[in-house]
């Protein structure tokens, strides 16, 4: 049970993600009593692997979350008394080559499982991104906060946008029991291989070079992913109904540094490091300010180090090569017939 006694059954979508399964894996360890019901399409992004090894093994079911249908007949069979929603087309590249699954899933997706939280009195937690906010200069020095105005840039972060804005009208119409997090950019284990992070690392150990858009200026607030899974059961157990949390670790570092941490950490030189051509409409630099988080739930990142973090991923990536080569030659196949 939670403090206030409601998750005993949680649905969690996307459970098979990168975030999702971290967050599965550290809830059957903080909480081990809460039954997990993991809803996930499996897509490319997917791997059930990554629920591998639980000693509470939670029910997986392999279904999209736009079957309102399955997604009622879930809540029912399973005594279902929460939602903790990730599941998504998370990756902005692939919005920019077709938008038509995000504004799916990322949309009617998440309607669907608002109006089975709204008729079934379920509590509701939604899992969004700090590109809703859209980007500041490079130069700037200002942090997004809950007040910030919506400006996403991408496909993607277009439809999170939309998604957090029918979360907020649940509660202002029908009183639905939600909460937000607004996340900044996640690393850490199980990430997809398309993803910056993962990219750089197993470039280098296939013997490519690691890829950086532009010049590499762009600026990431980078958050571990286990301190982002800590955030969102804080809030899902003791944020206040109705009311969004920004989460970041104040990681900012432009994507050339990343790059050239890896680099260093995997003992290889600087310039092997490839710019290639920019993603149109790139975001030029995230800031988060976590304050609220904080002050309230008394949130904190407990990997602040990025540096010693990075290390652990990159630890991680080389002893789990069976895990990510099977996705490894159709991403990078994809980025080259795209010039990246
Ligand atoms: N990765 C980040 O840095 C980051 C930062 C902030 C917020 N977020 C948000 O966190 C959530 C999870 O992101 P992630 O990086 O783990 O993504 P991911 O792409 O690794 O995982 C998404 C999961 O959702 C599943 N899925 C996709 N469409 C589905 C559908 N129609 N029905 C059921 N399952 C479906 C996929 O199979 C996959 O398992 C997303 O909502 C994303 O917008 C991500």
């Not at 130069?139 to 007040?147: H, N, P």
Request: hydrophobic share 35%.
């Amino acid at each position: 049970m939670t403090e206030k006694g409601e998750a005993d059954s949680l649905l969690v979508t996307g459970g098979a993600g990168f975030i999702g399964s971290n967050f599965v894996r550290y809830l059957a360890r903080v909480n081990p009593q809460v039954k997990i019901v993991v809803l996930d399409k499996m897509t490319y992004a997917a791997n059930p692997h990554n629920l591998d090894g639980l000693s509470s093994n939670p029910i997986v079911i392999r279904g999209d979350v736009c079957d309102s249908s399955l997604v009622e007949q879930i809540i029912r069979e399973h005594h279902i008394n929460g939602i903790i929603h990730f599941a998504a087309e998370s990756h902005n590249d692939n919005s920019i080559r077709d938008a038509a699954p995000f504004i799916h899933t990322n949309i009617y997706g998440t309607y669907v499982l608002l109006e089975a939280a709204r008729s079934h009195g379920l509590r509701f937690h939604h899992v969004s991104t700090d590109e809703v906010f859209g980007d500041t200069s490079v130069e700037d020095v200002t942090r997004f906060d809950e007040s910030s105005p919506y400006h996403p840039s991408s496909p993607y972060s277009a439809t999170k946008a939309a998604s957090d804005h029918l979360v907020r009208a649940w509660w202002r119409t029908y009183g639905t029991r939600v909460t937000i997090t607004n996340s900044s950019n996640n690393y850490g284990p199980y990430q997809h291989v398309e993803k910056f992070i993962p990219r750089q690392i197993t470039n280098i150990l296939t013997g490519r070079r690691p890829k950086v858009y532009g010049q590499g200026k762009d600026v990431r607030d980078w958050l571990s992913v286990e301190d982002d899974c800590r955030a969102i059961w804080y809030v899902y157990c003791r944020g206040r109904l109705g009311q969004t949390y920004l989460v970041g670790a104040d990681n900012r570092l432009s994507n050339l540094a990343v790059v050239q941490m890896i680099l260093r950490m995997m003992n290889r030189p600087l310039d092997e490091v490839e710019f290639v051509g920019g993603r149109p409409g790139a975001d030029r630099r995230y800031a988060i300010d976590a304050s609220k988080i904080r002050r309230e739930l008394g949130w904190r990142p407990f990997q602040a180090n990025f540096a010693k973090s990075l290390e652990a991923t990159i630890e991680w990536y080389k002893t789990h090569e069976s895990w990510w080569i099977p996705a490894k030659q159709m991403t990078e196949l994809r980025y080259q017939q795209e010039g990246h």
